[in-house]
Structures are given as structure tokens and as C-alpha cells.
């Protein structure tokens, strides 16, 4: 493999160059093209950066239980590489620590601790006997949180370092394709393709009718005092299927989170909603201080149904590798869609470090 190009600089793409670096291969060439990168404004076509992001596991669903059993592996396989990644890599942001989930009104799944969601899959997994008012099912496990666009700006910054170590040449192009075709007519010597466009290239018939957009709405927290939630991440969903969350991103910033709202496409802060997480929070988190708000932040997560697409397919001889669609779940999945991605492209060896 000589030339190959990266169609996106999200989590998805950037994570596929890391990766596909971190393995032995023939590359001489790697380029990243992309509208947006991790040092750009944020915009909120863009969704990596707004990302909480903390892991989040779930029970298969007996309607999508193929695509939960498979992202779920992606996900194994992403905190797996993290534990060893986190502790050689302290400026990565990732932090490895308590994940609890609250539910009022808890499906089957979660009742009959489901595939994806007991102690055979989770490690540390326990139920909780003690429950806050309303809360009918309760789980705490080991999980990660990390400072979403500063961990962008880590992945690109460690992507360079591996280039420049092993002699590749690297090149970050800001453009906008028109089309992945238009990959061949820039380079000649492409010999690989990856789309990580999350939901990008719809207009030029490049779409995916399965790929819709769920909006997030969160806000930044300034607390400058200890908070009882340094060392966890709590998820709660209401009766009424409301979610708050809380996330640490640094010592000081902290995510308090948030909608998740399929195909609503509203871009800018919407007052009711900046309502609705304040007043759950105020009860979920009454010690959570969220006097100083620094910023209410909206994305969009990629969806797809059916779940994410990680496939291979062949145009005038090139090989298209397609990761997107992630969804809600980008940075859970990111190391494992990047490895089955490499898998499809054959680019792995069996000599491979990971
Ligand atoms: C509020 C909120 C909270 C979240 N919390 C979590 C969490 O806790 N854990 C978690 O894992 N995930 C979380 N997510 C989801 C996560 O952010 C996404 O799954 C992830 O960012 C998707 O990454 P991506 O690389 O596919 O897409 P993006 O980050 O959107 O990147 C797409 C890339 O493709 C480029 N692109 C698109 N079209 C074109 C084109 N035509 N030409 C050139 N470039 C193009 C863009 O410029 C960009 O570089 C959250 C999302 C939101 C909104
Ligand atoms: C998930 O991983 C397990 C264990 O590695 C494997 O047996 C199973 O086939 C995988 N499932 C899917 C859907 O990829
Ligand atoms: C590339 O991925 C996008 C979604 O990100 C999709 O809409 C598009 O169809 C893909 N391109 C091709 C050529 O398949
Ligand atoms: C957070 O609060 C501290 C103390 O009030 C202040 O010095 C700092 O500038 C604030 N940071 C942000 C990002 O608002
Ligand atoms: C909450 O933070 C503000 C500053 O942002 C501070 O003035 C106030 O005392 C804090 N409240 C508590 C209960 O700590």
C-alpha cells in the first residue's frame, strides 16, 4: 500500500490514521481530507468535539441485536486498548473511572441484565441497592471519560509524531469533497479510501437514506471547588425518557448533558432544553454546582439505521472503505470501527504491535 487518503478528520477518521499507524505497514503516503479539524472553530456540522464523552454500555435490544452485538465488541475493544493507551498517554485525557447508570423506568433488557449488560461483559459490574428517589433500576462498572476536542487535537498531534518517526508523508487537506471520486482526481497514486464523512457528502448523491441526525444539546459547567463527581460519570433517564447526565473534561469543566433528539436539526441553543437539564440536574445532582455556565453547546450525532456501516466497497478498482453513522457512540467505538476497517482494507499484518 502506498497512498492512502482519509475522507474526515472526526474521531472516526482521525482514529483510523492512528491506528493504521501504530501497525506495521508499507504505507508512504497518508492523507487526511476533511472540511473541519480538531484546531478549527467549532461548528456544529462537526460533532466530534462536542462529544461529553464517556462510555456508555447498553443491553442488546432484541430489534437491532446484530448491530448492538457488534458495536458492543466495538466498544470492548476500544476500552481495552485504552486501559494500556491511557497510562502510557496522561495528556490523551482519558480517565479511567466510575460509570453508574440510573433508570426510572428500566426495559427488560436492563431488568434481565442482558447481553452487553452484566458482569460476563463489564468489568466491575454491579447492581445497586441503593437507589435515588424514583429510580427503579441502578448499575455501576469501570468506564473512561475524556475531554472530547482536546482529545482530537492529542489524536492529530500522536498522528504526525508516528508519521515523522516512520518517514511517511502526511498531509492534512482542508477541502470539502464533492464526492469521494473526486479523491482519484486529486491523486493519481490513491490506492486506498476510507469515508469516516459521518454524515457528510448527502448532497452530491452520495447519500445514505439511512443516516439521519440526533441532536444534543449540553452545557459547560465552570466549578473550581472539589465535586463528588472527579472520579464518575452518572447517566440518568426519566420516566418520561429524559436523560442527564454529568461528565468530567477537566478539573475545572464539566459536561452536564443532555438531549438526544432524532432528527431534530435546530442548531442553536434551544431555551427549553437548557431548562428542562438544569431543572433535572438540580434534582438528580443537587450537588452539583451550576452557578457559572460557560457555554451551552448543540450537535448533532451521526445515525444511521440499522447502525454504523463499517464496509468495504470496490469503484473503478478502488477500494472504498466506509466507517460512519456511529451515532451517539463515536469515541466508545472509535478503536474498534478503526481496527475492522484496517481488517477490511487488509492492511493489517500478522506481525502487527496491536
Ligand atoms: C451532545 C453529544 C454527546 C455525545 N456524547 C458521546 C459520548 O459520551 N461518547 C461517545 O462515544 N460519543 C458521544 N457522542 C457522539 C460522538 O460525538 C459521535 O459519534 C462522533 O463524533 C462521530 O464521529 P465522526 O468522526 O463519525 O463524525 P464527525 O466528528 O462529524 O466528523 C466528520 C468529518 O468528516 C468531514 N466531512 C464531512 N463531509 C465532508 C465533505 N464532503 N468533504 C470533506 N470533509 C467532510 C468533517 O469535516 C469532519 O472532519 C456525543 C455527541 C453529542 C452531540
Ligand atoms: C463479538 O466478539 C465475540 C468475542 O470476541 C465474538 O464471539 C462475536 O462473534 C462477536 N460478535 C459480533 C457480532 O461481532
Ligand atoms: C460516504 O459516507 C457517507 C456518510 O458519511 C455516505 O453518505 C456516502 O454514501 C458514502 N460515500 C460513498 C461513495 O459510498
Ligand atoms: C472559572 O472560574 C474561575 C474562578 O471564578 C475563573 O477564574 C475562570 O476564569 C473561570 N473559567 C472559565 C472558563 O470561565
Ligand atoms: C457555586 O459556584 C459559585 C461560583 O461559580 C460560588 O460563588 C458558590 O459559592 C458555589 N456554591 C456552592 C454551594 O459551592
Not at 475492522?340 to 502487527?352: V, Y
Request: net charge positive.
Amino acid at each position: 500500500m502506498h497512498h492512502v487518503v482519509i475522507a474526515g478528520a472526526g474521531v472516526i477518521g482521525l482514529t483510523i490514521a492512528h491506528q493504521l499507524l501504530l501497525q506495521k505497514s508499507e504505507i508512504q503516503k497518508v492523507t487526511i481530507i476533511a472540511k473541519n479539524f480538531p484546531y478549527d472553530p467549532p461548528t456544529c456540522e462537526y460533532t466530534s468535539p462536542w462529544a461529553g464523552a464517556h462510555f456508555r454500555p447498553f443491553p442488546h435490544k432484541p430489534e437491532s441485536w446484530k448491530s448492538d452485538a457488534r458495536e458492543a465488541n466495538y466498544t470492548r475493544i476500544t476500552q481495552e486498548f485504552f486501559e494500556k493507551f491511557a497510562s502510557l498517554n496522561p495528556d490523551s485525557t482519558i480517565r479511567f473511572c466510575k460509570g453508574t447508570d440510573w433508570l426510572e423506568a428500566p426495559s427488560k433488557e436492563y431488568m434481565e441484565l442482558g447481553s452487553g449488560y452484566n458482569t460476563e461483559s463489564l468489568k466491575d459490574f454491579k447492581i445497586l441497592e441503593e437507589l435515588p428517589d424514583g429510580v427503579k433500576f441502578g448499575a455501576e462498572y469501570s468506564t473512561y471519560c475524556l475531554n472530547a476536542p482536546e482529545y482530537l487535537k492529542f489524536l492529530q498531534n500522536a498522528i504526525k509524531q508516528l508519521c515523522k518517526l516512520q518517514n511517511i508523508q502526511l498531509h492534512f487537506v482542508k477541502l470539502t469533497l464533492p464526492s469521494l471520486k473526486y479523491i482519484k482526481e486529486l491523486y493519481r497514486d490513491v490506492s486506498l479510501i476510507f469515508n469516516a464523512t459521518a454524515h457528510g457528502l448527502q448532497y452530491n448523491g452520495g447519500y445514505d437514506p439511512a443516516c439521519y441526525k440526533i441532536r444534543g444539546q449540553t452545557i459547560s459547567l465552570n466549578i473550581t471547588e472539589p465535586t463528588p463527581y472527579d472520579h464518575k460519570t452518572i447517566t440518568h433517564q426519566s420516566k418520561d425518557g429524559d436523560w442527564t447526565f454529568v461528565i468530567r473534561r477537566s478539573p475545572t469543566h464539566y459536561i452536564l448533558g443532555g438531549t438526544k433528539q432524532p432528527n431534530d436539526n435546530y442548531p442553536l441553543p434551544r431555551k427549553s432544553d437548557t431548562q428542562r437539564i438544569l431543572s433535572s440536574a438540580a434534582k438528580i445532582f443537587p450537588d452539583l454546582n451550576t452557578s457559572d455556565i460557560i457555554c451551552i453547546n448543540v450537535g448533532f450525532r451521526p445515525a444511521r439505521k440499522g447502525g454504523s456501516r463499517v464496509d468495504k466497497s470496490l469503484h473503478e478498482g478502488l477500494s472504498v472503505i466506509h466507517a460512519y453513522g456511529v451515532g451517539g457512540s463515536g469515541f466508545e467505538v472509535s478503536v474498534g470501527v478503526a481496527r475492522h476497517a484496517l481488517a477490511l482494507a487488509e492492511l493489517e499484518r500478522p506481525e502487527s504491535k496491536f
